[in-house]
């Protein structure tokens, strides 16, 4: 691993040991032979890499002419060390950390508690400064959507991986020790070898969110008290003042169980079920804490108010509240598990309010305190308490996502039953006029006997499972493809017409560049209306998408229509006195909203982010955020600090003359994606033959099809992340480029360059925007998309791949011409060497994948199609991400 650093060693030195590791096994598990081959494929790959021709030949000619029982073991053994090297990789970053905080002369970590919060002390008011961050509102959001294309058997694997790889770092280990360590690595690669990299059958919704869950239980339990203790001793430190005890900057969401937008598989009794599920992981997770609590806190003083709960007789105090909580805990996980086996519930009290779990815990809390004893007070039990405020009795509440269409289809059933007509049929004007005549009128809307077609009663059903679990249990009821205010007005009333008690915050979900435009006048329209204002309460959450606008109009145009749509959604929110939550539905990719924490959000419109923060976080990137203890530490400490920076230092407005030039961008490139993208008649033929979508459409990563309607497969009925997902893997990532390089050039052939450069110099918008491009144009190879063609696409087609991949390059000229880089990723050196270490691993990969494409296209067999999966498996995690 020779292209790594001096600075890097330890983690070359991992990188090298786990490559060893994985030598090891292919020769004791698969035979000298597959050894040989793949070190002779390697040694070629990176010769080729290092750009000699012949070399290049030779490997392909070799990947070509593998025996059928020789294309998986090889597959595998490239796929595998790519995820080593990712493992290994997530672990440096934790050990760097960690380094940095040790070292006497370094200064904190950028974007840490520990570097923020002094720097902001300096500027802002202790007062003020302590009083923003109690009020932060950020809550992330995890989805299922199908981007995580590793199995959950497998990742526990990597992560004890790391955790052994931690375990050598952190403790000086014996030479027995570090034996033993090796042996234990060698245990989890041989293990790992011997697992199904592939799920034989596509994941249920019910399996998504135990996953979800899973990842609470086995980081976030932990990581969460961790950051929430950092936070609390740097405000005592820099303010004088320390965070409540009810505080939790940061709270969690979850789609998975609730999304049914496309996903007919999600149905009223699945988020029944997932509510249910939460609701007894959450118990079982608060009672294996309280064991542990009544097993410390055996202290027999106390104050007289929990003396007088317990009894003059108690011998013990606090151990007898915390055994009644317990018993409370036991018996919720009993009645949750009898619901969702549909048996008798057992008689008692269960736990029903997050209060009844605090109030307990808080009694504890004070009574040791007043007794002296706060420094057990402030041990695991303020942990318990602090996670009580974060995680509730849910974990998790559920938001419910729904498409616009399948309520207008509800009110149509229900206003043809009334004799009404066609509420389908019906414009815009009548449509809001009827719909707030109705939620402001007394009278039952749905008739009597009402049967309507399944689709219809599963939107009902639906609502009233939402008074069924309870409001705890649920968040949001956001509405996709949400594009007028009868949109949100339908919603309204269907939540009314179920008659629910504690009826959901309704959020429009706008996320085409036609329905963001239009979404200050949607909104302004809706708050005019008295009836909504009395609903809404002074407060509105509005989600704006990511994915679906990029690939309408391309990434540029998608980025400016967002950061104009918050603009004016946040002006207008000031005008009618309305506090704005934003909810940001990115992706991982860049194609589809991903990208640095940090800077993305430090890159949003002034007073956008005001102290609250909603955004969700999707699939693999839930991982590869959250997927070990250190990372998860250091991510929701970024979050924390660029909100509270965001919020607190807000950026000035671009300039007039920077609009126009964004104005001028955004029209050449939505015009030269369009025309490519969705006018151009044999696009998707070639999009079809030059990637492996069908391939990737038949993968069982998700509970979700890969296409909203069975229809013939079309840039618009085809979702965001296989559209993504396909260019990754034959590493054109065109998603993220398309129509940057027109507009730029256009731009800098008017004049423009020293305008760009200034742009890009001192405006955070459109330095994030074009990092992000350049980071995608280093990850790009043509070259290797050019393979694809040659043996896969319709000659009639290939001029398209031709004129592609010029513009691929002119796109990387153009943005190096403003960013004033001589490379890709210049400034962003441990990026670039992670992606050419890489590289000579996924160029075999890539390759196989070609023959295999080749292959299976001209003959149905089921060793093909496995072969096929595990290179798409290989592909992504050398790529680090898939849609």
Known sequence: MEELSGSDSALREDIRELGELLGETLREQGGQSLFDTVERVRGLAKAARAGHEEASKELERSLAELPPDQVAPVARAFSQFLNLANIAEQHHRVRRSREWAMEPESSPLFGSLAETIPRLAKEIDPEQLHTTICNLDINLVLTAHPTEIQRRTLLQKYNRIAALLDNRDRYGQTPTEKSDTRVGLKREITAAWHTDEIRRKRPTPQDEARWGFAVVEQTLWDAVPRYLRNLDQVLRDHTGRRLPLDCAPITFGTWMGGDRDGNPNVTHRVTRDVALLGRWMAANLYERDIQQLTSTITLQVCDEDLRAEVGGEAWEPYRVILKRLRARLRLTQRWAEAKLQGSRAPEGEILRSVDDIRQPLLRCYYSLQRVGAGVVAEGELLDTIRRVSCFGINLMPMDIRQHADMHTATLDAITRELGLGGYAQWDEQTRQRWLLAELSSPRPLIPHGFAPEREVREVLDTIYTLEEIGPDAVGAYIISHASSPSDILAVELLLKACDLSNPPRVVPLFETRDTLAAAEQTMETLFESSWYRERIQGRQEIMIGYSDSTKDAGHLTSTWTLFQTQERLVSLARRQRVELTLFHGRGGSIGRGGGPTHSAILAQPPGSVDGTLRVTEQ????????????????????????????????????????????????????????????????????????????????????????????????????????????????????????????????????????????????????????????????????????????????????????????RFYRTRQAVLTITGHEAPLADYPVVRRAVEVRNPYVDPLNLLQVELLRRARQTEDEALQRALKIVINGIAAGMRNTG
């Open 619 to 806: 699939g693999e990137v839930i991982q590869a955020k959250f997927g070990l203890p250190g990372i998860a530490l250091r991510n929701l400490e970024l979050y924390t600090t660029s909100v509270l920076e965001a919020s607190l230092q807000v950026p000035s407005s671009p300039s007039k003359r920077w609009r126009e030039i964004m104005d001028r961008l955004d029209n050449r490139a939505m015009q030269a994606y369009r025309s490519t993208v969705k006018e151009r008649a044999d696009f998707m033929e070639y999009f079809r033959h030059a990637t492996p979508i069908e391939e990737i459409s038949r993968l069982t990563i998700g509970s979700r099809p890969a296409k909203r309607t069975p229809q013939q497969m079309s840039v618009d009925n085809l979702r965001a992340i296989p559209w993504v997902f396909a260019w990754t893997q034959t590493r054109l990532m065109l998603p993220a480029w398309l129509g940057v390089g027109e507009a730029l050039e256009e731009a800098i052939e008017a004049g423009l360059t020293e305008e760009l450069q200034e742009m890009f110099q001192r405006w955070p918008f459109f330095e994030a925007l074009l990092d992000m491009v350049e980071m995608v144009l280093a990850k790009g190879e043509p070259s290797v998309t050019q393979l694809y063609e040659q043996t896969l696409v319709p000659q009639e087609c290939r001029a398209i791949g031709e004129e592609l991949r010029e």
